[in-house]
């Protein structure tokens, strides 16, 4: 019962500056991941060529918008970038790469091979689950004209309401998975403390009778 009181106190602690942690990680750390594997992606392709590389909130002058981070590609001595397949696996890049840091992620603290309530398990959790959950979702419910979720349709030549309606059920699913991971990382026990059961026994006696009295508690 102690060991259960302690575990619930522990869990409590700290717990705001993990969720003041995330918009702070998510821009610094989160933004630039995912241009960098945008351009990186761009980069390895035989077509495609990085010609600027800005990974954190900027207004883009060429897109008349502001945006959290972007990659300017051109075709590498062509004098015409097609919207092909090529292209559109550049844009589904960070997609995939969410996905699989949050499946790792997941594994390894619903497995327990990391304490889901320690501190690394909290960290993991959010770095590694919450952040990629968010940008996942983000970049599949904006679908401007220069979103990865409008380019990716456009390159594979579907629907964006496809590619839209597909990232959704992702993000729902991994909504569920979030749920059951904060239930892990931040445990709620609520039970009462259980009352000490015990039995006295005492001899007592006088001057014609001998005997015990027995009394107990449960």
């Given at each position: 019962?102690?060991?259960?009181?302690?575990?619930?106190?522990?869990?409590?602690?700290?717990?705001?500056?993990?969720?003041?942690?995330?918009?702070?990680?998510?821009?610094?750390?989160?933004?630039?991941?995912?241009?960098?594997v945008?351009?990186?992606?761009?980069?390895i392709?035989?077509?495609?060529?990085?010609?600027?590389?800005?990974?954190?909130?900027?207004?883009?002058?060429?897109?008349?918008?502001?945006?959290?981070?972007?990659?300017?590609?051109?075709?590498?001595?062509?004098?015409?970038?097609?919207?092909?397949?090529?292209?559109?696996?550049?844009?589904?890049?960070?997609?995939?790469?969410?996905?699989?840091?949050?499946?790792?992620?997941?594994?390894?603290?619903?497995?327990?091979?990391?304490?889901?309530?320690?501190?690394?398990?909290?960290?993991?959790?959010?770095?590694?689950?919450?952040?990629?959950?968010?940008?996942?979702?983000?970049?599949?419910?904006?679908?401007?004209?220069?979103?990865?979720?409008?380019?990716?349709?456009?390159?594979?030549?579907?629907?964006?309401?496809?590619?839209?309606?597909?990232?959704?059920?992702?993000?729902?699913?991994?909504?569920?998975?979030?749920?059951?991971?904060?239930?892990?990382?931040?445990?709620?026990?609520?039970?009462?403390?259980?009352?000490?059961?015990?039995?006295?026994?005492?001899?007592?006696?006088?001057?014609?009778?001998?005997?015990?009295?027995?009394r107990?508690?449960?």
């Open positions: 019962d102690d060991n259960m009181l302690k575990a619930e106190e522990n869990s409590k602690d700290y717990k705001w500056a993990y969720f003041a942690a995330l918009p702070v990680y998510y821009f610094v750390v989160e933004v630039p991941l995912h241009e960098s945008h351009g990186l992606a761009a980069a392709s035989p077509n495609y060529e990085v010609v600027e590389f800005t990974p954190y909130p900027h207004f883009a002058s060429e897109q008349d918008s502001f945006v959290f981070g972007s990659v300017i590609m051109e075709c590498g001595g062509k004098a015409h970038c097609p919207y092909d397949a090529g292209l559109g696996a550049i844009f589904l890049a960070p997609y995939i790469m969410n996905s699989a840091l949050f499946v790792t992620s997941d594994t390894l603290l619903a497995t327990e091979v990391v304490d889901s309530a320690s501190v690394s398990g909290r960290a993991l959790y959010f770095a590694g689950m919450a952040a990629p959950w968010l940008d996942f979702t983000y970049n599949t419910i904006w679908t401007g004209r220069a979103s990865d979720s409008a380019a990716i349709a456009d390159s594979f030549g579907i629907r964006r309401s496809s590619v839209v309606a597909t990232g959704a059920v992702i993000s729902a699913v991994g909504a569920w998975r979030l749920w059951s991971g904060y239930k892990r990382a931040f445990p709620n026990h609520r039970h009462e403390k259980a009352k000490e059961s015990n039995v006295l026994v005492t001899p007592m006696g006088g001057a014609e009778t001998v005997g015990l009295s027995l107990g508690s449960f």
